[in-house]
């Protein structure tokens, strides 16, 4: 570790809250010495601030009023002091900062919305609370991200400013506005540093392409689904260029000069960050893959991280012409803390690792001073550490098995004990015997079992409560069975339940099970049903079991021997049949 | 005050700048790719409330936040609302299909991916893939395929190939399966899921050779893939290389260690190796971790027989046999045991039963063969005997002590019946080593 960086002493510690979209290196004064220009949120009470860092010393502060959402530089013209601007993205707003001092101004233009329904709810409303009805029921119709942004602002009004809103606006066109998400350099026509470069600009709706010498939107438009997270440019904007665009929801488009529609990926988890080469991009997301493709979307490797990634970065070395990616990745000890560890891939392998006390949420590679190699990483509690890449460090690059100290895990298999022994050589020993006495136990333990079962069958028989009685009415093929139920003991009996068991194939009964009322002793009560018989034959089968059931146990079981019925004679039968209780 | 900017005024009076919405979208999405989860419920909470629910993204956002979280429904509904709010794009749709599909309503997230084809305007991959595997979830497995097909046609998408597979596997159709994982393997020849799949594949066509082969592919670029560890070690046992076998499972123990078949399998390497002791104590541990691994009880009843404990063996044994009652090995064990320890009424009862659930078995034949000459039944003794020799000659691969013994039996039914006591030492070694095919 200590012969790859050399780690620069910041005292006193700096602290600064930012995102990654926020900071840049930049020769922002010409003198060519890189600052880093970084957005410092503070800690969420105060305006933010736009920062400069000329080594460790801060030189310049400019306070902004509202939270900027990207921040680049850009060379504006060709002239020979080499004074970038620094541009901040707020809304829908690009400011240009020039020497630390405001340069220029650049707004997206609203698109003024006419002839639409909602124009019309506009324009007949005379009452603030009427339209605000109305316009509620258009958002639920065709969607609030639909509206303009005059009725969006509406919606969200609390009622006290409503008034006041309504006769400011009703007059002035309806207006949608767009923000812009994300802004990236694209060179105009030189590759070198100072080259004049374009702006290309993120808005919810589209991308398009600023010219930083007059200010004018450049004829290149493209469209695509979904809100810019990141995006990364590369190539000369009159020669031909790629733009990579990563959207919130996961999509990647690569848009080109020529082609307006990009090619498509789709990722599963939110991204993270990607980074755009000259033949393929590199593209981190939340599950822990880093992924690379080539620029037709073609799949060309994955790995998984060590944690959860936090944000990655392109490092370019020139002395050594070596690209790499370097992740930041937030890793969860065995103890629980999470801590940083910042890793070097160079394609698809590790081939430099610096363990880090805290996790890095913003990390940065460039020149920065004068010094070509700098790392500049931001933790999560917001401290700054810079390392500087050592002019004569070098990365072992040959691709070797990970070692994992070869984990030598012996099989935790308990020595034989005393005990076991002696246990063995008794059942050796006495195994006849053994089996003897397990076989007579065993069959000991059945003859238990069995005589408490006959003594419990004795038991209920013994115990008569319940008197039944079967009647069956009728001249077929439809009969009624009434089953008569008398309480014999001296408890009101519940929960008796009474089913019909029968041969689908020669009954139908109406309905096979009833549940019997509370039966009160010395009271006779009955239940009755249906039974139509569809078959003739087959004297055995015909009859019909009568199981009285309380809870689970059976109390009793009694069989009704059906006639055989026969259309020809019609004899009835009525009669009892005989009941044999179980 | 306007940021330093003094100049350029607008022109226009209209155009005013409002701050309704996107203004800390980005911080939450910030928020949320850098894990801090709790911080960006409290941003969206407070977004919310400022935009009278009306901030879609905040939504999203705290709908994928859920899902993470396994509270699937509140997830549902942020989406709802998400999709409620921009009814026109399709990733609402997709989203609610999503939640769907986790919530197991597999009719309903069918519908939805359906509604989401026909909205976007492109193909798209995720929900061919997503429709895919609705259709593999209930049942239709000629639509998944179709699905799957198609993603595969619009994109690269690794898991669509495995799913693929993994339904041709479904259908015994294990040749286009083969040839969908090796198209995969040599797009993404990084995959050590592929690899192993196909691995696996070959060796249930028993083609061992080609399985070695990926496996072995697979173990030079994850050392310590579970899978890939436990299928080799199995065919190495299979193959009576104990020790190397025993070295891989060492391996994949740091992970498996609370895998029933992998001890088993340990178990039965030292039985090879024949460390009974050692044997027994994996495959107790087996059968601690999993009680009703009827292989197992298995194998430690055969080792049992082995160091000569009967009465352990014969407990193991018929547990095995509640546990699966048709495995023809087991009851010919128990009768083993039962002859060792004297009580032949019931071995004889085990060999038959045995003989009944496998007729080709030559070793319950002959030991009852024995058993029938010992008690002087000689006709029925012959009679099976013959059934013997006829499951000798069906049968492929037949152990050399057992033909030995039927030498010996054919001697003592011709020639002067004596008694048989010495040649009871006949024993079954078959290991059933199980691999576990994890998830």
Redesign the interface.
């Known amino acids: 570790m200590s012969s790859t960086w050399i780690d620069v002493e910041i005292n006193p510690p700096i602290n600064l809250q930012t995102y990654n979209c926020c900071m840049t290196l930049s020769d922002v004064h010409g003198d060519n010495d890189n600052k880093f220009v970084v957005v410092d949120f503070g800690s969420g009470t105060s305006n933010p601030q736009l920062k400069i860092f000329k080594g460790l010393k801060q030189t310049h502060v400019i306070y902004l009023n509202e939270k900027p959402s990207a921040i680049t530089t850009v060379y504006t013209d060709n002239s020979d002091q080499h004074i970038p601007c620094v541009a901040v993205v707020i809304k829908n707003e690009i400011y240009f900062y020039r020497n630390c001092k405001p340069y220029h101004k650049y707004s997206i233009q609203s698109t003024i919305i006419r002839d639409t329904e909602e124009c019309k709810l506009w324009q007949e409303s005379e009452d603030v609370f009427d339209l605000l009805k109305r316009l509620q029921v258009l958002s639920s119709t065709i969607g609030f991200v639909n509206l303009s942004t005059t009725s969006q602002q509406m919606l969200c009004l609390n009622e006290c400013h409503l008034i006041e809103y309504f006769e400011k606006y009703r007059k002035n066109n309806l207006v949608k506005q767009h923000t812009i998400t994300c802004v990236t350099e694209l060179k105009r026509n030189k590759s070198e540093v100072y080259g004049v470069s374009c702006l290309v600009i993120a808005t919810t709706d589209m991308i398009s392409i600023l010219d930083t010498e007059s200010f004018k939107i450049l004829p290149d438009k493209y469209e695509l689904q979904g809100e810019t997270a990141y995006m990364s440019a590369i190539g000369l904007y009159d020669v031909g260029y790629k733009i990579l665009v990563a959207t919130r929801t996961g999509r990647l488009y690569i848009f080109s000069k020529s082609s307006t529609s990009g090619f498509k990926v789709e990722t599963t988890h939110a991204i993270v960050s990607v980074i755009l080469r000259i033949d393929k991009f590199i593209c981190c997301t939340i599950d822990g893959l880093l992924q690379c493709y080539t620029l037709k979307c073609v799949s060309l490797w994955n790995v998984k991280l060590p944690g959860d990634p936090m944000s990655i970065v392109n490092m370019y070395v020139q002395s050594m012409s070596l690209e790499m990616t370097v992740v930041s990745c937030n890793v969860i000890n065995t103890d629980g803390h999470s801590k940083g560890l910042v890793l070097m891939y160079c394609g698809s392998t590790v081939i430099h690792k610096i363990p880090m006390p805290d996790p890095v949420t913003c990390i940065i590679f460039g020149r920065f001073g004068q010094e070509e190699n700098a790392l500049i990483m931001i933790t999560t509690n917001g401290k700054v550490d810079i390392k500087l890449l050592k002019r004569t460090a070098t990365f072992d690059l040959c691709v070797r098995p990970t070692l994992t100290a070869h984990v030598q895990g012996n099989l935790s298999i308990p020595k034989r004990s005393n005990v076991f022994i002696e246990q063995t050589l008794r059942e050796r020993e006495h195994c006849k015997e053994m089996h003897v006495r397990t076989q007579q136990t065993w069959q000991i333990l059945q003859m238990v079992v069995s005589n408490e079962r006959l003594n419990s069958i004795k038991q209920k028989i013994t115990s008569q409560f319940l008197h039944t009685s079967a009647q069956l009415l009728g001249l077929g093929p439809r009969f009624k069975i009434r089953f008569l139920l008398k309480n014999l003991g001296k408890d009101p009996l519940m929960g008796i339940n009474v089913a019909f068991l029968y041969n689908a194939q020669y009954h139908s009964i109406e309905s096979p099970r009833c549940r019997m009322p509370i039966i009160v002793p010395e009271t006779e009560i009955y239940c009755e049903t249906f039974v139509t018989c569809c078959t003739y034959g087959g004297s055995d089968e015909r009859a019909i079991d009568i199981v009285v059931s309380r809870g689970m146990n059976v109390i009793y079981r009694a069989k009704v021997n059906m006639p055989v019925y026969n259309i020809q004679t019609n004899n009835h039968n009525e009669e009892l049949n005989d009941i044999m209780s179980w | 005050?306007?940021?330093?900017?003094?100049?350029?005024k607008?022109t226009e009076p209209?155009?005013?700048?409002?701050?309704?919405?996107?203004?800390?979208?980005?911080?939450i999405?910030?928020r949320?790719?850098?894990?801090d989860l709790e911080l960006c419920k409290l941003l969206i909470d407070q977004d919310l409330r400022?935009?009278?629910d009306?901030n879609?993204?905040a939504f999203?956002i705290l709908g994928?936040i859920y899902r993470e979280e396994g509270k699937i429904k509140n997830s549902y509904w942020c989406f709802d609302r998400y999709y409620?709010?921009?009814?026109?794009?399709?990733?609402g749709v997709k989203q609610i299909a999503r939640s769907c599909l986790l919530l197991g309503r597999n009719d309903e997230a069918r519908k939805m991916y359906l509604e989401a084809e026909k909205m976007s305007r492109?193909p798209?991959?995720?929900v061919y893939y997503n429709l895919g595997l609705c259709y593999l979830n209930l049942g239709e497995l000629d639509k998944s395929k179709e699905y799957f097909h198609r993603t595969i046609q619009l994109?690269?998408n690794?898991d669509a190939y495995e799913k693929l597979a993994s339904i041709f596997a479904i259908e015994n159709n294990f040749k286009n399966a083969t040839s969908i994982l090796i198209s995969a393997s040599k797009?993404?020849p990084?995959s050590t899921n592929i690899s192993v799949d196909l691995g696996l594949l070959y060796m249930k066509q028993r083609d061992y050779d080609q399985a070695f082969n990926v496996l072995g592919n697979t173990l030079c670029q994850d050392?310590?893939n579970p899978k890939a560890l436990l299928t080799l070690a199995a065919e190495m046992q299979r193959n009576f290389g104990y020790d190397e076998a025993?070295a891989k499972?060492?391996?994949a123990?740091?992970d498996l260690s609370e895998c029933s078949e992998t001890w088993n399998n340990?178990g039965m390497c030292f039985f090879g190796k024949h460390k009974y002791?050692?044997a027994i104590?994996?495959l107790k541990r087996a059968i601690y971790l999993h009680p009703f691994n009827w292989i197992a009880l298995y194998n430690l009843g055969l080792v049992h027989i082995y160091?000569?404990?009967?009465?352990?063996a014969?407990v193991f044994l018929s547990t095995s046999a509640k546990l699966n009652p048709n495995h023809a090995g087991t009851f010919m064990l128990i009768g083993l045991a039962?002859n060792?320890?004297?009580?032949t009424r019931n071995a004889e009862k085990a060999y038959r039963k045995s003989i009944e659930l496998n007729s080709d078995n030559p070793e319950a034949l002959i030991n009852l063969t024995i058993l029938e000459i010992n008690q002087g039944k000689i006709k029925e003794a012959e009679k099976n005997f013959h059934a013997f020799q006829e499951a000798c000659l069906s049968c492929g691969s037949i152990d050399k002590e057992i033909i030995e013994l039927g030498k010996q039996v054919s001697d003592a039914i011709n020639g002067q019946p004596q008694s048989f006591d010495e040649n009871e030492d006949e024993k079954l070694e078959s290991d059933e080593p199980c691999y576990a095919e994890v998830e």
């Open positions: 005050m306007d940021n330093g900017l003094v100049s350029y607008i209209m155009m005013q700048v409002f701050n309704v919405q996107e203004k800390s979208d980005w911080i999405y910030n949320y790719i850098q894990r400022n935009t009278k009306n879609e993204f999203y994928l409620a709010l921009n009814p026109l794009c399709v990733e492109e798209d991959t995720k994109s690269r690794q797009l993404f990084f050392p310590e025993l499972y060492t391996k123990v740091t340990i002791v050692a104590s994996c160091t000569r404990q009967y009465v352990s014969f039962l060792h320890m004297s009580d």
